[in-house]
Structures are given as structure tokens and as C-alpha cells.
């Protein structure tokens, strides 16, 4: 009988669930949409029950999907995955199991001046060598010493030894596993790399640096490998065993079979982020890049990754159309943006948060610079998708810098890749082919390997050959490397236009 694998796959703006067949297609899908909440300028959260509550909804439309076809049974659905948006932070009460706070998402900015405070005293790369990550409003760490500091529920849960916290994966499978009735409260070493208290080494909570941020370890979950069976999830009278976590850049990179040694893979979602294979020792970057785990299968040994993150991509699409109304819907951007063969001279800093790598500079804003009489909203959208572009450039130049082997070719996904437009224009500014492959789902894809390596429905990596193996889209550049500089200069140059704003 044929064996599927499901995914939860929990990003920024929506929840979803697919159920993956051994080749790595999927057979059903079911996606939901939930609100995003901005407070003040800068702050970004989420609240836990609409995660939690579209997930849950997500998984019974799409089981439902999946047995419409009479062929079919729960029976053969062997294993789950989860894949989740990364260092958004929660925090809840164990007794009562209610969130104490909105969960404050990663590309949130309200901890800037806790961020300063706390470079003021110590330097920005203080643990560096023990976490990978520099201190930032990025990460999970200063997110939880926020609410700490400013939410007296949060800090009275602290106090009394009952508060639970943990990124996206913990505070689902601690809910979907019973919650206050022994719902398991775990994370795994992708997501645990990402919230600066886990040393890169051990695998294990680094105690002075929760000494540092003042935090108890009794409140974080226990850390697990990113494929294992840590419990099982009732549907349909069935106990399907959950058996993989990965941040969702992880996952991505697992879904990409990114396994050896010096490769890549760049995702355009709401941000953008670029996962280099590293091995299994962890490189520390001179170059602006962070150093992250990739993936831990079982017992197999830790493979780590350097990592370039930026922070507006897919989400600058949505900043058009829901902003400033140039555009009806996402894909209206590719549409609008080949209506011109260039941007006519703009250039565009999607900095709305700061930048990070590699210029991790959170004082940035964004900006948009070149604009004449003869600027029109066509070379805005090209402009747009031509920022994502160059940034790839920046930190696919830091990690060539970082490596000595300079990439000859780039693994793309993630929703801006459907676009052949942007495709197009990122190979030209890199000088290097792009391919994407014909199934774009890589990072549940990924999830779904995690998972289904844990219970046998593939034995080994060799097994994974067969999945998703389609023919990629393949995109060459089509300017020369002289052009593509020149146009990376100038954007450069518009990039330092941002500085010193916040």
C-alpha cells in the first residue's frame, strides 16, 4: 500500500497542511490566512489561538481532501511534520494554558531599545561563539526579556515557576498533544538555534547566557533532533506518530536536499533567507552571515549551516498592494513590473525593519531613491522585486567570501519564485544560473522528509533521489557581469541612503 506523509506548515501570514506521497508530490493541501496585528509602528504579533485554531482547521479540511479519494485511508497517513515560522516567540501559563501576551513576531522591532542597552554593556557579538547570532531584535532572547520586563503577567508566571515559552513548534505541539493535560512542551535544534540561548556545540540551553538575559531554564522546552518520534496526534481514531520539526528555512533546506557540503538554497517568502551547507562543524562568518544548525536527523551527526536573512521580501508585494493600492492582488507585481524593461534609475530599500544580513544595521529604514518626473508605478514594482535581487547578491557575495568555493548555482523556492520575471532578473544581478524546481513546496516538503526518514517511509537519504526529482526551471543570466555590477553599485549606494533613520 502506498505511504503519505502530512506537514503542518505554520508561516507569518498563513497556516497550512499537506500530505505528501513518497515521491514527494502532494495529494492535498488546505491553506488558511490569519490576522496580522501591528500595535505601534514597528511591532508585529500574532495571536496564539489564531495560529493554533488555523492549523487545527487546516489539518481536518485537508484530511478530508485526502480521503475523498476512496483509495485512501487515515491508515496511510504514516507520519507528521511540523515546519513553522522562526524565533516568533510565545509565552503562555501552564495551569491555565492561555497565552499571557500576542506572540511577538520575528521581524518585530519593539525590543530596539533593549537591544541597545544590552550591546551598550556587553558588544553586539558577546556569545557569537557559543549561540552563532549576534544580539538583535531578530531573535527570540530579547523578545522573552521584553516580556518579562513589560508584561507583569509574563513576569509573574517567571516568578512562580509557572510560565511555558517557546517558539511556533512548541506552543502547537504542546496544544495538540493536550496542553494542560500533559501536553509535551519540546522544540527542536533548528528552532532552538534561533533563539540565541542554545549553544551551537552541546545542542544544550547555555546557562550563562540565561544567566545573562536573566531567564530560568525551567520555563524553555526540552530540545530534541529535527527527526525522531516524539509523540503521536489523534486523527480519525488513528495515533499518527509526530515525527519532525525544522524552522521553516531549515525545512526548506531539507526540502531542497541541500546534503552535501557547499550547498545552497534561497527562499523568497515573506522574507528572504540563503542556507549554506557547512558539515558538520560550525563556521563562524567574518562576513556578516549567521551561523545556524541546518539539520540533526536521530542519532546521525548535526549538520550546521551559515545563514544570510533578509527581512522584507515577499512582504514589501503586500506593502504595494495593501498600502499603497498600486496593485489588486500579489501577482499583479510581475505583471505590472514587465511593463518596463528597467526601473528607470529608482532604486528601493526595502528596510521597513532594519536590515540585516549583511549589514545588520537596525538603525536602517526604507527608502526609495532616483525617483524623477519620468517614475512611474510600474518602475516602483520592478523596483521591488529588483531589491529581494540585490540583497541575495550582498549575502550570496558574503558567503562566497566566507567559503573560498564561490557558488556556481542557486536552489530557489518560495512564493516570489513563481514569478519568471524575478527569476530572471536574480540570475542576471548574481552572474550565476538559478533553478527552481517544478514542485515549490519545499518547505513542507521538508518537514514531510523529516517525518517520514523517522518511521521508515524512506530508509536513508539515498532513498530521498526519487523525491521531488522533476526537471528544475532553469535561469541563466542574460547581461553581462559588467552591467550587473554597476546596477549592484549603485544599489549599494541607495542602501546607505537608509542608515541613521531610527
Same mark, same amino acid.
Given at each position: 500500500?502506498?505511504?503519505y506523509v502530512g506537514a503542518i506548515d505554520q508561516g507569518t501570514t498563513s497556516s497550512r497542511f499537506l500530505i505528501f506521497d513518497e515521491t514527494g508530490k502532494y495529494v492535498a493541501i488546505h491553506q488558511l490566512e490569519f490576522p496580522q496585528h501591528y500595535p505601534r509602528p514597528g511591532w508585529v504579533e500574532h495571536d496564539p489561538n489564531d495560529i493554533?485554531?488555523?492549523?487545527?482547521?487546516?489539518?481536518?479540511?485537508?484530511?478530508?481532501?485526502?480521503?475523498?479519494?476512496?483509495?485512501?485511508?487515515?491508515?496511510?497517513?504514516?507520519?507528521?511534520?511540523?515546519?513553522?515560522?522562526?524565533?516568533?516567540?510565545?509565552?503562555?501559563?501552564?495551569?491555565?494554558?492561555?497565552?499571557?501576551?500576542?506572540?511577538?513576531?520575528?521581524?518585530?522591532?519593539?525590543?530596539?531599545?533593549?537591544?541597545?542597552?544590552?550591546?551598550?554593556?556587553?558588544?553586539?557579538?558577546?556569545?557569537?561563539?557559543?549561540?552563532?547570532?549576534?544580539?538583535?531584535?531578530?531573535?527570540?532572547?530579547?523578545?522573552?526579556?521584553?516580556?518579562?520586563?513589560?508584561?507583569?503577567?509574563?513576569?509573574? !508566571?517567571? @516568578?512562580?515557576?509557572?510560565?511555558?515559552? $517557546?517558539?511556533?513548534?512548541? =506552543? #502547537?505541539?504542546? +496544544? /495538540?498533544?493536550?496542553?494542560?493535560?500533559?501536553?509535551?512542551?519540546?522544540?527542536?535544534?533548528?528552532?532552538?538555534?534561533?533563539?540565541?540561548?542554545?549553544?551551537?556545540?552541546?545542542?544544550?540551553?547555555?546557562?550563562?547566557?540565561?544567566?545573562?538575559?536573566?531567564?530560568?531554564?525551567s520555563c524553555l522546552p526540552r530540545i530534541c533532533s529535527s527527526s525522531e518520534i516524539y509523540c503521536h496526534y489523534k486523527i480519525r481514531d488513528k495515533e499518527i506518530p509526530i515525527a519532525g520539526i525544522l524552522g521553516d528555512q531549515q525545512a526548506a533546506f531539507v526540502g531542497q536536499k541541500c546534503f552535501k557540503s557547499g550547498e545552497a538554497k534561497?527562499?523568497?517568502?515573506?522574507?528572504?533567507?540563503?542556507?549554506?551547507?557547512?558539515?558538520?562543524?560550525?563556521?563562524?562568518?567574518?562576513?556578516?552571515?549567521?551561523?545556524?544548525?541546518?539539520?540533526?536527523?536521530?542519532?546521525?551527526?548535526?549538520?550546521? !549551516?551559515? @545563514?544570510?536573512?533578509?527581512?522584507?521580501? $515577499?512582504?514589501?508585494?503586500? =506593502? #504595494?498592494?495593501? +498600502? /499603497?493600492?498600486?496593485?489588486?492582488?500579489?501577482?499583479?507585481?510581475?505583471?505590472?513590473?514587465?511593463?518596463?524593461?528597467?526601473?528607470?534609475?529608482?532604486?528601493?530599500?526595502?528596510?521597513?525593519?532594519?536590515?540585516?544580513?549583511?549589514?545588520?544595521?537596525?538603525?536602517?529604514?526604507?527608502?526609495?531613491?532616483?525617483?524623477?518626473?519620468?517614475?512611474?508605478?510600474?518602475?516602483?514594482?520592478?523596483?521591488?522585486?529588483?531589491?529581494?535581487?540585490?540583497?541575495?547578491?550582498?549575502?550570496?557575495?558574503?558567503?562566497?567570501?566566507?567559503?573560498?568555493?564561490?557558488?556556481?548555482?542557486?536552489?530557489?523556492?518560495?512564493?516570489?519564485?513563481?514569478?519568471?520575471?524575478?527569476?530572471?532578473?536574480?540570475?542576471?544581478?548574481?552572474?550565476?544560473?538559478?533553478?527552481?524546481?517544478?514542485?515549490?513546496?519545499?518547505?513542507?516538503?521538508?518537514?514531510?522528509?523529516?517525518?517520514?526518514?523517522?518511521?521508515?517511509?524512506?530508509?536513508?537519504?539515498?532513498?530521498?533521489?526519487?523525491?521531488?526529482?522533476?526537471?528544475?526551471?532553469?535561469?541563466?543570466?542574460?547581461?553581462?557581469?559588467?552591467?550587473?555590477?554597476?546596477?549592484?553599485?549603485?544599489?549599494?549606494?541607495?542602501?546607505?541612503?537608509?542608515?541613521?533613520?531610527?
Open positions: 500500500m502506498p505511504s493554533l485554531n488555523t492549523v487545527s482547521t487546516c489539518i481536518d479540511e485537508c484530511i478530508n481532501k485526502f480521503l475523498d479519494d476512496n483509495a485512501r485511508s487515515i491508515k496511510d497517513l504514516k507520519a507528521i511534520g511540523i515546519t513553522n515560522q522562526r524565533e516568533t516567540f510565545i509565552a503562555w501559563d501552564k495551569k491555565t494554558g492561555k497565552p499571557l501576551h500576542n506572540a511577538i513576531v520575528w521581524c518585530d522591532v519593539r525590543t530596539l531599545e533593549l537591544v541597545h542597552r544590552l550591546i551598550k554593556q556587553n558588544g553586539v557579538d558577546v556569545f557569537r561563539k557559543s549561540c552563532g547570532l549576534p544580539i538583535s531584535t531578530y531573535f527570540s532572547a530579547v523578545k522573552l526579556l521584553w516580556m518579562i520586563e513589560n508584561v507583569p503577567a509574563v513576569k509573574d !508566571a517567571h @516568578e512562580n515557576d509557572t510560565l511555558l515559552v $517557546g517558539t511556533v513548534d512548541t =506552543w #502547537l505541539i504542546w +496544544n /495538540l498533544t493536550g496542553g494542560i493535560n500533559g501536553g509535551l512542551h519540546i522544540t527542536d535544534v533548528t528552532n532552538a538555534s534561533r533563539t540565541m540561548f542554545m549553544d551551537l556545540n552541546t545542542l544544550e540551553w547555555n546557562q550563562q547566557i540565561l544567566d545573562f538575559f536573566n531567564i530560568k531554564k534561497n527562499t523568497y517568502g515573506t522574507g528572504c533567507f540563503m542556507l549554506f551547507n557547512t558539515g558538520n562543524t560550525p563556521f563562524f562568518s567574518k562576513s556578516g552571515l549567521l551561523t545556524t544548525v541546518g539539520y540533526k536527523f536521530g542519532n546521525m551527526p548535526t549538520v550546521y !549551516a551559515l @545563514e544570510g536573512s533578509i527581512a522584507v521580501a $515577499g512582504s514589501a508585494i503586500q =506593502w #504595494l498592494r495593501d +498600502n /499603497l493600492g498600486i496593485i489588486n492582488e500579489s501577482k499583479d507585481v510581475n505583471t505590472l513590473a514587465a511593463l518596463t524593461p528597467d526601473t528607470g534609475g529608482v532604486y528601493f530599500v526595502t528596510a521597513f525593519s532594519g536590515l540585516y544580513a549583511p549589514y545588520w544595521r537596525d538603525d536602517a529604514r526604507g527608502c526609495i531613491v532616483g525617483i524623477t518626473q519620468y517614475t512611474r508605478k510600474e518602475h516602483i514594482a520592478r523596483a521591488t522585486l529588483e531589491a529581494t535581487c540585490f540583497q541575495t547578491r550582498a549575502i550570496l557575495e558574503a558567503m562566497n567570501n566566507d567559503s573560498g568555493h564561490p557558488l556556481t548555482y542557486l536552489k530557489v523556492d518560495g512564493g516570489m519564485t513563481a514569478s519568471d520575471l524575478c527569476m530572471q532578473i536574480q540570475a542576471d544581478l548574481l552572474g550565476i544560473q538559478v533553478e527552481r524546481p517544478m514542485m515549490r513546496e519545499t518547505t513542507a516538503l521538508g518537514a514531510a522528509i523529516a517525518a517520514g526518514l523517522a518511521v521508515g517511509v524512506w530508509k536513508s537519504l539515498n532513498d530521498l533521489d526519487k523525491v521531488n526529482s522533476d526537471d528544475n526551471d532553469l535561469f541563466k543570466p542574460q547581461i553581462s557581469s559588467n552591467d550587473a555590477t554597476q546596477r549592484y553599485q549603485l544599489w549599494q549606494k541607495a542602501v546607505e541612503k537608509s542608515f541613521d533613520w531610527a
